[in-house]
């Protein structure tokens, strides 16, 4: 960012000026502050008593500890799968890379019912491999499991959008250093490389979190909504918004906007250390729907 | 030749490269490849008449025409608040900045109940509307709002660093040469601008007609009015009726991407543009 002294004539008059950032912010603030806010004045409207009372009720505590499973299976296999990319195609160079480039953001590119449908014409009891899943005494979809298969799908591309750019960034000289010195494979990467992406991976895995904890249409449509068994946070909030129980609803709402403000939080710190450790280069169009296209020069 | 030095040098290619096939084939291209494969076992009459059924393309109507209003308002809106990120210092700026993801970090669930009940006709911004006649709540224009929220992020942080990396010198240059700063806006900025613009416009449109969450309870779902194309599919899925739900599907497959093969020829447009 460069801040540069200007003369007067180089930027608009004030007037123009203030007119720009009032609109500007007035914007901000009717699409973005006052939803926030609502979140939190709905959660709170009949009293802190009805507040706790929405959250520790079993269907809530039922549907956070699925939404936190389902998050913590989805997010460590995402980040294996995003390290084992960031290698491949971060440091090496082959045909075809930048085609494999494009299908890993695939996921950003399909509407998140589609996501989920996939999971249901797979699985599902009229799907190619449900009724043999069924007949050997599985379920996976409305149950537990397609709600992890949806949410990984969802979340997939976020860490291997991360690291892939940075390990390229970084190139290789290190790493061959290393390797003329006599280290190993995973020598190289626990000691080398890791080191260098750790920010990156960071950010990937807090972009990761939030999709996968916050994600709706797909885990939907693979749910089937069994309260207690089969919900998570935000389709329990959503039954309950459509149970005319507005005030839980938000209440269990606002753990998701907790979540939401973390995540803020965290991105721009975690953010500017990314921009100082590396600065990545863009390589295909999808990369700006992961939240990427800040640091992208 | 690089190659092949750096794959004698390096390990491990062989090895992530078969994790990273091997898992995106498991998680992503299988279950894509069903779609297509699914919708092959339709006729083609059953097909056609499930994607033209007057419904059905009511609802493509509908998710196409509030996405591009949605994005066309954000294109407008977001460029002003890149601009005021970019350019100018006010207080709290860093906070607005981290604000601006808040619909990337907001579940789509949480918007869509957090809209409706601001937008109902007993709302916070609906009553006032209301006196002037304006329904906005389980309206067309509802779908709209919520995807404005939705994609207000794509335009605000792809134009912010191309904003940040334009070149003073430009401006200064043709200051000193005697243009005003309105000749300066549309002779200079907006059209080293502008192939980010268009590229904001088409994530945040090709992201809106995807959108189910935060659509969903504000627009009423009211068939042939405010009944969104993703809803469709899920409603199909509801009454069992699994091919009608993938051949509209595959109608929105095709068109996301038609808009990514768009929105990549638009990147490398702007890249070229701006690479010397």
């Given at each position: 960012m460069t801040t540069l002294p200007r003369t007067a004539r180089l930027t608009e008059p004030r007037p123009v000026r203030w007119a720009i950032l009032a609109i500007a912010l007035g914007f901000v603030a009717l699409f973005l502050v006052?939803?926030?806010?609502?979140?939190?004045?709905?959660?709170?409207?009949?009293?802190?008593?009805?507040?706790?009372?929405?959250?520790?009720?079993?269907?809530?505590?039922?549907?956070?500890?699925?939404?936190?499973?389902?998050?913590?299976?989805?997010?460590?296999?995402?980040?294996?799968?995003?390290?084992?990319?960031?290698?491949?195609?971060?440091?090496?160079?082959?045909?075809?890379?930048?085609?494999?480039?494009?299908?890993?953001?695939?996921?950003?590119?399909?509407?998140?019912?589609?996501?989920?449908?996939?999971?249901?014409?797979?699985?599902?009891?009229?799907?190619?491999?449900?009724?043999?899943?069924i007949d050997h005494g599985f379920q996976i979809v409305f149950a537990v499991p397609g709600i992890i298969l949806a949410t990984i799908?969802?979340?997939?591309?976020?860490?291997?959008?991360?690291?892939?750019?940075?390990?390229?960034?970084?190139?290789?000289?290190?790493?061959?250093?290393?390797?003329?010195?006599?280290?190993?494979?995973?020598?190289?990467?626990?000691?080398?490389?890791?080191?260098?992406?750790?920010?990156?991976?960071?950010?990937?895995?807090?972009?990761?979190?939030?999709?996968?904890?916050?994600?709706?249409?797909?885990?939907?449509?693979?749910?089937?909504?069994?309260?207690?068994?089969?919900?998570?946070?935000?389709?329990?909030?959503?039954?309950?918004?459509?149970?005319?129980?507005?005030?839980?609803?938000?209440?269990?709402?606002?753990?998701?906007?907790?979540?939401?403000?973390?995540?803020?939080?965290?991105?721009?710190?975690?953010?500017?250390?990314?921009?100082?450790?590396?600065?990545?280069?863009?390589?295909?169009?999808?990369?700006?729907?992961?939240?990427?296209?800040?640091?992208?020069? | 030749m690089t190659m092949r030095a750096q794959r004698r040098v390096l390990p491990g290619f062989g090895l992530t490269m078969g994790i990273t096939v091997l898992y995106l084939s498991l998680v992503v291209l299988i279950p894509l490849a069903t779609l297509p494969a699914r919708t092959m076992t339709m006729s083609w009459a059953e097909f056609r008449n499930t994607i033209t059924d007057p419904r059905v393309v009511a609802s493509y109507r509908l998710s196409l025409g509030a996405s591009f209003a949605a994005a066309a308002v954000n294109a407008i809106f977001g460029a002003l608040v890149a601009w005021v990120l970019a350019r100018y210092t006010f207080p709290?700026?860093?906070?607005?900045?981290?604000?601006?993801?808040?619909?990337?970090?907001?579940?789509?669930?949480?918007?869509?109940?957090?809209?409706?009940?601001?937008?109902?006709?007993?709302?916070?911004?609906?009553?006032?509307?209301?006196?002037?006649?304006?329904?906005?709540?389980?309206?067309?224009?509802?779908?709209?709002?919520?995807?404005?929220?939705?994609?207000?992020?794509?335009?605000?942080?792809?134009?912010?660093?191309?904003?940040?990396?334009?070149?003073?010198?430009?401006?200064?240059?043709?200051?000193?040469?005697?243009?005003?700063?309105?000749?300066?806006?549309?002779?200079i900025i907006l059209p080293n601008l502008f192939p980010a613009w268009l590229t904001g416009f088409a994530l945040a449109f090709a992201r809106a007609v995807g959108e189910y969450g935060s659509v969903v309870f504000i627009s009423g779902n009211m068939p042939m009015r405010t009944e969104i194309s993703p809803l469709l599919i899920v409603t199909k899925l509801e009454q069992y009726d699994y091919a009608g739900a993938t051949a509209i599907a595959l109608v929105m497959l095709v068109m996301s991407f038609v808009l990514l093969l768009a929105i990549n020829g638009l990147q490398s447009w702007a890249r070229r543009r701006v690479a010397p």
């Amino acid at each position: 960012m460069t801040t540069l002294p200007r003369t007067a004539r180089l930027t608009e008059p004030r007037p123009v000026r203030w007119a720009i950032l009032a609109i500007a912010l007035g914007f901000v603030a009717l699409f973005l502050v006052v939803p926030l806010a609502a979140v939190f004045a709905q959660a709170f409207a009949k009293g802190f008593e009805a507040y706790r009372a929405a959250i520790v009720e079993p269907d809530a505590v039922a549907a956070l500890k699925l939404t936190l499973l389902a998050a913590a299976v989805a997010v460590p296999l995402n980040v294996i799968f995003g390290l084992a990319a960031g290698w491949a195609l971060g440091k090496f160079q082959f045909r075809g890379r930048h085609f494999l480039l494009t299908l890993i953001d695939l996921p950003f590119a399909v509407s998140p019912v589609i996501s989920g449908l996939v999971f249901v014409l797979l699985f599902g009891r009229r799907g190619w491999l449900g009724p043999w899943i069924i007949d050997h005494g599985f379920q996976i979809v409305f149950a537990v499991p397609g709600i992890i298969l949806a949410t990984i799908f969802v979340s997939f591309p976020f860490v291997a959008r991360e690291v892939i750019p940075i390990m390229e960034a970084i190139g290789t000289e290190e790493e061959e250093a290393a390797r003329v010195l006599g280290a190993g494979g995973f020598q190289l990467f626990f000691r080398v490389t890791l080191p260098n992406i750790k920010w990156g991976l960071l950010y990937g895995v807090i972009l990761a979190n939030a999709r996968a904890m916050g994600e709706f249409g797909a885990v939907s449509v693979v749910s089937g909504h069994i309260r207690g068994l089969t919900n998570t946070l935000p389709l329990h909030v959503e039954i309950l918004y459509n149970e005319y129980n507005a005030q839980a609803a938000f209440a269990v709402a606002s753990l998701l906007g907790c979540l939401a403000i973390v995540t803020l939080i965290l991105k721009t710190v975690v953010e500017s250390r990314v921009q100082r450790s590396a600065r990545p280069a863009v390589h295909t169009a999808v990369e700006a729907m992961s939240w990427e296209s800040k640091s992208a020069v | 030749m690089t190659m092949r030095a750096q794959r004698r040098v390096l390990p491990g290619f062989g090895l992530t490269m078969g994790i990273t096939v091997l898992y995106l084939s498991l998680v992503v291209l299988i279950p894509l490849a069903t779609l297509p494969a699914r919708t092959m076992t339709m006729s083609w009459a059953e097909f056609r008449n499930t994607i033209t059924d007057p419904r059905v393309v009511a609802s493509y109507r509908l998710s196409l025409g509030a996405s591009f209003a949605a994005a066309a308002v954000n294109a407008i809106f977001g460029a002003l608040v890149a601009w005021v990120l970019a350019r100018y210092t006010f207080p709290g700026r860093r906070i607005v900045d981290a604000l601006i993801d808040l619909p990337f970090a907001l579940p789509t669930a949480v918007a869509g109940i957090v809209l409706t009940t601001l937008y109902a006709p007993t709302g916070w911004l609906g009553a006032p509307l209301e006196k002037y006649g304006i329904a906005v709540a389980f309206t067309p224009l509802g779908v709209a709002v919520a995807l404005i929220f939705i994609g207000l992020p794509f335009v605000v942080r792809t134009l912010q660093p191309v904003i940040e990396d334009l070149d003073p010198e430009l401006e200064e240059a043709a200051t000193s040469l005697g243009a005003s700063r309105a000749g300066v806006l549309f002779r200079i900025i907006l059209p080293n601008l502008f192939p980010a613009w268009l590229t904001g416009f088409a994530l945040a449109f090709a992201r809106a007609v995807g959108e189910y969450g935060s659509v969903v309870f504000i627009s009423g779902n009211m068939p042939m009015r405010t009944e969104i194309s993703p809803l469709l599919i899920v409603t199909k899925l509801e009454q069992y009726d699994y091919a009608g739900a993938t051949a509209i599907a595959l109608v929105m497959l095709v068109m996301s991407f038609v808009l990514l093969l768009a929105i990549n020829g638009l990147q490398s447009w702007a890249r070229r543009r701006v690479a010397p």
